[in-house]
C-alpha cells in the first residue's frame, strides 16, 4: 500500500516484540486474533465484564464529525471524478467538499477556535464509481459503499491531501479519527461489479431478529455483506487486482499483503485482508484512531483484531516519528452500535447490546468507546436530570471506568434532536456540558439546516456548509456560543469528565471534579454584575476565569463576583490543566 511496503515487510525487532505481547487492554473469552465468532465463543460475553480505566482525555474530547464531501470546496477540479455525473436525486449527489477544503479551515483556526480535539471524517477511501437507485439515484457522497480500502476516493481529493491534512491537524494539536468499514463492500452498479461469492453475500436480507439476522445477513438488498464470520482463505477479487494492474501496483500490494500474512499468522481470510489495508493507514500516516461503522453487523471478535493490529500499527509510527507525535496515547477506537445508548436506551443493557438471543458488551472486544445513541432523546430532558443521570452512571454505575460520545444530531438519525434549531443555545449547553465525549456534526455550531423538504431519508440531514451565514450576525452569535463551551472544555477535563454536583436549582449552578481540575458553572444568572457562592468549589483567594467573557475574578469570602453581559459563567483555572495540554 502506498510508499510503506518496506515498513510492513520488513517489521523491526521492537515491532514484532509488541506484537506478540497480549494488548493493554482486556479481552473478553473469545476475543483473541483469529477467533471464530458462534454462539458458543461469545456467549461468555453474557457475563463477562472486565474492568476499564478510560482515558479522561476520551472522556472529555470534542470530536467534529463532518461529510468531508458537504463541509467545503477548496478544490473544484475534483468535483465528478471517476466519470461520475451531476444528475442524482437532490442531495443524494456530490456536491464539492473536499480534504483540500477541510485543509484550508484548519489553517484558518476554526477548529481551534472551536476547541476540537478531534476530526472524524466520514470514510475517505474509494467508493463505487456508479450510483445506486435503492433510494433513489444516489452516488457515494457520504463515503459508505467501498471499492478500494487502499485508495483515497478522487472527489475527496488525493493520498497526498490525506497525508498533509493528517500533518496540518497535527501541527494544530487535533487529533484524526478514520471512519473505518469492515461490514460491506458498496452496492453494484453499472461501473462496480459484485464481488466474489467467498467475499460477500447478498441475501438473505437482514430482519434484525436474533445475533445471526444482525450479522450474517446483507443490510439492504444492494448492500453486499461481506462474510466476517469465515476463516476460509481467498483469493484477491479480480476486480481489485485488474485496478492495481491498470494503477501499475498490484506487485507491491501482493508483496505487502504477503509479509501481513506471513507476520500475523491470520488465514487470508476477507476480513483480515480489509484489516490490513485499514491499518496501513495508521502505520503510514499516524491515525490517532478509527471510528468503526456498522459495528453491531459484525462479529466482535475482528474489532478485537483491528485494534490490535491499530495499535501495533500507531505505536510503529510514533517510534519512527518522535517529533512529530502529538503525545504517547494509545489507539483510540469508538464504535457505531446503533441503538446503543446511555441509562439502557433501545437495546442496550448497561454495557450490553441485546440482540434478542445474546447480549454483547463491545468494550470487551477492542473498543475504548461507543457513540451513546441515546443521548438526542435524552436532549429534550432538563439539563440537571440529564447530567446527574449521566455522572452517576459513567462514574459509579454500569458504565464505570468507559466512555460515551454524545451528540445532538447525526447523518444518519432520524431521531436527531431539534432539527428544527429552535433550541439552538440551550442545545449547545446541554451537549457540550454533558458528562461525556462530545460529537459536533458539521454545522451544529452554525445552527446547519437539518431538514430539506425537497431531499429524500436522511439526505434532508445532509445539507452542506454555508460559509456566508456566518456574516450574518445571528449566526456569528451562535458560533460565539458554541466556541466558548468548546474552549472551556478543551481547557478542563473535569468538565466531561469529572464527577457533577448540582450547587443550586435557581439559578442552576454546578461543579464538575476530576482530581485537582474543578470546574463550575452557574446559568440563567442576571446579565451585569453577579455573585456566585464558590466556596465549595474553589480555595480562598483562587483566581478564576469566566470562560464566557474572559473576565477574571478571585475567591474572596467564598465567593466571586463578575459583571459581563451575559448570563452565563463558565467557571475555571485561567491555565489549563495539565491533562489537557496538546
Not at 458458543?40 to 465484564?49: F, M, N
Not at 435557581?506 to 474543578?518: G, K, M
Request: aromatic content about 10%.
Amino acid at each position: 500500500m502506498r510508499k510503506m511496503f518496506g515498513l510492513s515487510a520488513v517489521m523491526s525487532a521492537a515491532a514484532l516484540s509488541l506484537a506478540a505481547c497480549s494488548e493493554s487492554e482486556p479481552q473478553a473469552p473469545g476475543a483473541q486474533a483469529g477467533a471464530v465468532s458462534s454462539p458458543e465463543t461469545a456467549a461468555p460475553a453474557l457475563t463477562q465484564v472486565n474492568s476499564f480505566s478510560a482515558d479522561p482525555f476520551w472522556n472529555n474530547a470534542t470530536i467534529y464529525f463532518m461529510l468531508p464531501d458537504r463541509f467545503h470546496n477548496g478544490n473544484p477540479d475534483n468535483d465528478l471524478s471517476y466519470g461520475r455525473k451531476d444528475d442524482a436525486a437532490h442531495m443524494r449527489g456530490f456536491h464539492g467538499g473536499d480534504l483540500r477544503g477541510v485543509i484550508q479551515k484548519l489553517e484558518e483556526g476554526y477548529f481551534t477556535d472551536l476547541g476540537v480535539d478531534a476530526l472524524w471524517m466520514s470514510p475517505v477511501i474509494e467508493n463505487v464509481h456508479g450510483y445506486d437507485e435503492g433510494d433513489k439515484r444516489t452516488y457515494a457522497f457520504h463515503g459508505y459503499w467501498p471499492k478500494d480500502w487502499t485508495s483515497v476516493d478522487a472527489n475527496l481529493g488525493t493520498e497526498a491531501e490525506l497525508s498533509e491534512l493528517i500533518e496540518k491537524a497535527h501541527s494544530k494539536g487535533v487529533r484524526i479519527l478514520l471512519d473505518v468499514i469492515i461490514n460491506h463492500t458498496g452496492p453494484v452498479t453499472a461501473e462496480d461489479p459484485l464481488w466474489p461469492s467467498d467475499w460477500v453475500r447478498t441475501n438473505p436480507q437482514c430482519d434484525w431478529s436474533s445475533f445471526a439476522q444482525n450479522v450474517q445477513c446483507a443490510l439492504t438488498d444492494n448492500l453486499p455483506d461481506i462474510l466476517t464470520e469465515s476463516e476460509k482463505p481467498v483469493e484477491l477479487p479480480p476486480q481489485l487486482i485488474e485496478k492495481w494492474q491498470r494503477e501499475g501496483r498490484l506487485e507491491q500490494e501482493v508483496a505487502e499483503l504477503d509479509a501481513f500474512f506471513e507476520r500475523t499468522g491470520y488465514p487470508r481470510a476477507p476480513k483480515y485482508y480489509i484489516v490490513k489495508w485499514l491499518t496501513d493507514w495508521v502505520r503510514e500516516y499516524g491515525v490517532d484512531g478509527f471510528r468503526a461503522d456498522t459495528v453491531k453487523h459484525t462479529e466482535p471478535e475482528i474489532w478485537a483484531v483491528l485494534k490490535k493490529e491499530a495499535s501495533l500499527a500507531l505505536a510503529e509510527w510514533k517510534a519512527a516519528n518522535a517529533d512529530r507525535k502529538l503525545d504517547d496515547r494509545e489507539f483510540f477506537m469508538v464504535g457505531e452500535v446503533y441503538h446503543f445508548g446511555v441509562n439502557n436506551f433501545s437495546n442496550s443493557d448497561g454495557r450490553f447490546y441485546d440482540y434478542g438471543d445474546r447480549k454483547v458488551d463491545f468494550f470487551n472486544y477492542g473498543f475504548d468507546s461507543l457513540i451513546n445513541m441515546g443521548f438526542a432523546a435524552h436532549a429534550a430532558q432538563d439539563m440537571e436530570s440529564i447530567f446527574s443521570q449521566y455522572s452517576s452512571i459513567l462514574h459509579d454505575g454500569a458504565l464505570q471506568g468507559v466512555s460515551v460520545l454524545n451528540y445532538l444530531g447525526s447523518h444518519d438519525d432520524q431521531g436527531s434532536f431539534d432539527r428544527e434549531r429552535k433550541q439552538v443555545k440551550s442545545a449547545a449547553l446541554k451537549l457540550m456540558l454533558a458528562p461525556g465525549a462530545a460529537q459536533i456534526y458539521y454545522g451544529d455550531e452554525i445552527a446547519r439546516p437539518m431538514i430539506d423538504d425537497q431531499a429524500y431519508g436522511d439526505a434532508s440531514m445532509r445539507v452542506p456548509m454555508d460559509w456566508s451565514s456566518i456574516e450574518q450576525s445571528k449566526t456569528s452569535e451562535i458560533l460565539s456560543h458554541w466556541q466558548k463551551l468548546g474552549q472551556f472544555r478543551q481547557s478542563h477535563l473535569a468538565v466531561g469528565a469529572g464527577v457533577h454536583q448540582q450547587l443550586s436549582a435557581a439559578p442552576y449552578v454546578f461543579s464538575r471534579t476530576l482530581e485537582n481540575d474543578r470546574v463550575m458553572v452557574a446559568l440563567d444568572m442576571p446579565a451585569g454584575e453577579k455573585t456566585v457562592d464558590a466556596s465549595t468549589v474553589f480555595a480562598e483567594g483562587t483566581l478564576v476565569k469566566d470562560y464566557y467573557s474572559g473576565a477574571e475574578a478571585r475567591v474572596e469570602n467564598g465567593t466571586l463576583k463578575f459583571d459581563t453581559g451575559f448570563d452565563i459563567l463558565l467557571l475555571g483555572s485561567p491555565e489549563p490543566q495539565e491533562l489537557t495540554t496538546r
